[in-house]
């Protein structure tokens, strides 16, 4: 059975600091990897996808996610943080086409001024 | 291109009742998937349909049900109301199945 496991459920970082959430799975053949975010009231956004190739992919609003297979790991960082990037963060897993999305927990993200 | 769109985007209910709720995909886009997010259970995966087929269930009882019609749109619908379906439905779609995209979702309020 695929599982998404995101350790921390809250975070806390200030403006202009730099930012990880961690994203952990589970998947018994090749992931599809997503990281979508969610700000209050609204649907999911998705910032980045990984299907194969480079391990690093980057996404919009400049966030990038490595993939680590060894570590089963797709974390998410941002380099430096903007005051509207305060919102709930989803890692999911799906594979190949009709398989369903598996979500994590969820991060959610407060940004001090 | 116009994104996701799901109507309502409000609806309150009460026990018992039966809701239908809609959603429009992404022009091109043949995959509709519907999920459930609730602060319990989080986000949990309904059912997806492709070319008006059902292709991949999750673990709903049967008062969750769902269709898509020849256009790509797609309703689900839950019968006979329950305090625990209270949520926030959402709907994403997709060319095929890989890259999801979401609506704003539904947020049905059960009494």
């Not at chain 1, 202009?16 to 009231?41: D, H, I």
């Not at chain 1, 089963?72 to 398989?99: I, M, Q, T």
């Not at chain 2, 049967?62 to 256009?71: I, L, V």
Request: proline content about 4%; overall charge positive.
């Amino acid at each position: 059975a695929q599982s998404v496991t995101q350790p921390d459920i809250h975070i806390t970082v200030s403006e202009g600091a730099s930012l990880e959430l961690r994203c952990n799975y589970s998947y018994g053949a090749t992931p599809y990897l997503f990281w979508y975010v969610q700000s209050p009231g609204q649907g999911l956004q998705l910032l980045l996808k990984y299907f194969s190739g480079d391990t690093l992919v980057q996404g919009i609003k400049g966030f990038e996610a490595e993939f680590k297979r060894s570590q089963s790991s797709f974390n998410l960082r941002k380099p430096s943080v903007h005051w509207s990037d305060a919102a709930e963060y989803f890692c999911a897993v799906g594979g190949a086409a009709g398989n369903k999305l598996t979500f994590g927990g969820g991060t959610r993200v407060l940004v001090k001024p | 291109k116009a994104g996701v769109t799901q109507t309502p985007r409000y609806l309150i209910k009460t026990r018992g009742q039966q809701v239908t709720l809609s959603c429009s995909p992404i022009s091109g886009h043949r995959s509709v998937s519907w999920y459930q997010q609730t602060p319990g259970q989080g986000l949990q995966f309904l059912f997806e349909y492709f070319s008006e087929t059902q292709r991949n269930k999750g673990n709903f009882p049967g008062r969750f049900s769902g269709r898509q019609f020849s256009n790509s749109r797609s309703e689900m619908n839950v019968s006979t109301l329950e305090l625990g379906d209270s949520a926030l439905y959402l709907c994403a779609s997709s060319v095929s199945g890989e890259t999801q995209y979401f609506g704003p979702g539904t947020r049905l309020l059960v009494l």
